[in-house]
């Protein structure tokens, strides 16, 4: 597996395999023949439904500046290799035509067709949780024990900017008030919810309170196209800043913090590995269920749970999204996606406190069986209902 600063990725919003993905794209086009004469891109897929709601031609626009370029949407053609389909036909300086297959594989990150990564270096030895396990039990090793052990030296100090970026969105979004972009003019909530406290306020209302409008915060600022971080995507990007502010509030230590952020990165490595986390793969299961047994795991982790406890903790949260739909109205990463993040964080917390009233021994379903279960669920999933805003609530609303 990759390092976890494959999966935590800062850029820009709304969408990482909409945005991010086809930007990079885009410069592995321009670095790999930077004197062609011109650039045709055509995009497929979900990439091409949802495409104009993502703000894809504008972050492509963006990139290829006055480099001579034409950029196309094909609304038909979804019978494809990969639903974030794109196409490049480059005219170079002889008047020869290259052709290049990309795919945006979510989390900002792309595939080459017909080539390896090269440029990315596997630094686990293990490709999923069991063997994880193993490996941490045979040797004595806590899951962060093991992380730093295979991790390279500049890894927590990358967490450190993740965090920040992270604290940053929710204090953002939590300043700004009036409606986000985009024709359905969806309200700004963050401000309000965060406002909305009582005197002599419950724990357990002031939590999900607080917990909500941290979440509302950092997802609309995803939505209005800010600099977000992935987790495991821009869609899903909410929940893990939304726990990390609210558990700093709660007084634990930056370290342990910067800690459990790691274990959360190693569980969304484990389903982008061996499943997807990308909706228009997997539907919306693979971005708000993966980021919520991260959540989980992050949450088990402050309290020092053992590897058997994260393991179900994480495994809880994300059998209980599978076949989840990924349907964004108009295309936009707004409903049902920023009240979605909302929930997921409250879940993550709630799969993780379930643990807490069960033998960690006697679980039937291990996290890589239900990846397993969640990635096969997603390639059966109607393409309707596969961030292609063909179906669910973005067809039925009006």
């Known amino acids: 597996m990759y390092s976890i600063k494959e999966l935590y990725k800062i850029g820009n919003g709304p969408s990482s395999s909409h945005t991010m993905g086809p930007k990079n794209a885009v410069r592995y086009i321009l670095k790999k023949y930077p004197d062609a004469l011109f650039y045709d891109m055509t995009l497929y897929g979900s990439l091409a439904l949802t495409g104009k709601g993502h703000l894809t031609d504008v972050v492509v626009e ?193 370290e342990v913090i910067i800690d459990a952020l790691m274990v959360a990165g190693l569980i969304g490595l484990i389903v982008k590995h061996n499943a997807s986390i990308s909706g228009a793969e997997c539907g919306c299961q693979a971005e708000i269920g993966t980021a919520i047994s991260m959540g989980a795991a992050f949450v088990s982790q402050l309290k020092g749970k053992d590897i058997e406890i994260i393991e179900r903790a994480a495994e809880i949260a994300m059998e209980h999204t599978l076949g989840l739909t990924c349907d964004p109205i108009s295309g936009y990463v707004q409903i049902p996606c920023i009240e979605r993040n909302a929930i997921g964080a409250l879940r993550a917390i709630e799969a993780s406190a379930l643990t807490d009233f069960m033998d960690s021994t006697s679980s039937k379903i291990s996290f890589d069986l239900v990846v397993e279960t969640m990635y096969e669920t997603g390639l059966d999933l109607s393409k309707n209902y596969r961030e292609t805003s063909i179906g669910g609530l973005a067809k039925t609303y009006k």
């Not at 196409?87 to 900002?108: A, H, P, Q």
């Not at 986000?180 to 002599?200: C, D, F, Q, T």
């Open 62 to 254: 963006n990139t290829f500046k006055d480099i001579p370029h034409a950029l196309h949407f094909n609304y038909e053609e979804l019978e494809l290799d990969h639903p974030n389909t794109i196409k490049f036909v480059i005219t170079l300086t002889n008047n020869e035509k290259k052709e290049v297959t990309i795919y945006s594989i979510g989390g900002g990150l792309i595939q080459i067709k017909g080539e390896t990564d090269k440029y990315r270096e596997h630094v686990y030895p293990h490709k999923n949780f069991t063997s994880i396990k193993q490996y941490c039990l045979e040797n004595h090793l806590s899951l962060i024990e093991y992380i730093d052990k295979f991790e390279s030296g500049d890894t927590r100090e990358y967490i450190e900017k993740i965090y920040i970026v992270m604290k940053e969105m929710v204090d953002n979004g939590l300043m700004k008030e009036g409606v986000l972009p985009g024709s359905l003019k969806v309200k700004r909530k963050a401000k309000e919810i965060y406002n909305k406290g009582v005197p002599e306020e419950n724990p357990t209302r002031k939590e999900k309170r607080l917990i909500s409008a941290y979440a509302f915060a950092a997802s609309e600022e995803n939505a209005s196209g800010e600099e977000v971080v992935t987790a495991p995507t821009c869609g899903s990007c909410g929940i893990m800043p939304a726990l990390v502010r609210y558990y700093e509030e709660q007084g634990y230590s930056h």
